[in-house]
Nanobody, 124 residues
Framework: QVQLVESGGGLVQAGGSLRLSCAAS????????MGWFCQAPGKERAFVAV????????RYADSVQGRFTISRDNAKNTVYLQMNNLKPEDTAVYYC?????????????????WGQGTQVTVSS
């Protein structure tokens, strides 16, 4: 079993930046691909970004391409989401998730473990 704990959310003005972190328990973190999803009020959870187990490959949702960067530190069992040029529409709860199969899929069903989420609020 893997436990994921997100941190780094908060309130920021439009155009600002935040860096989210997701700390994972267990010794198999380096074999999982890791994803970030977000859920805005009244909306379904949506894919944001995913990174391969080695950190070499990444994939982003069109809405965040060029503004967000996903990265990982396997020595620290942590994945990050650097969010720049934030917009009010980025306001959501952000979740990290682990995929044991190591795919780069954007579908929620591909992910086996989920964190509890961290709130990001962007004011205009």
């Amino acid at each position: 079993q893997v436990q994921l704990v997100e941190s780094g959310g908060g309130l920021v003005q439009a155009g600002g930046s935040l860096r989210l972190s997701c700390a994972a328990s267990g010794r198999t973190f380096s074999t999982y691909s890791m994803g970030w999803f977000c859920q805005a009020p009244g909306k379904e959870r949506a894919f944001v970004a995913v990174i391969s187990s080695s950190g070499v490959r990444t994939r982003y949702a069109d809405s965040v391409q060029g503004r967000f960067t996903i990265s990982r530190d396997n020595a620290k069992n942590t994945v990050y989401l650097q969010m720049n040029n934030l917009k009010p529409e980025d306001t959501a709860v952000y979740y990290c998730a682990a995929d044991r199969q190591g795919t780069l899929l954007s579908t929620q069903a591909a992910y086996d473990y989920w964190g509890q989420g961290t709130q990001v609020t962007v004011s205009s």
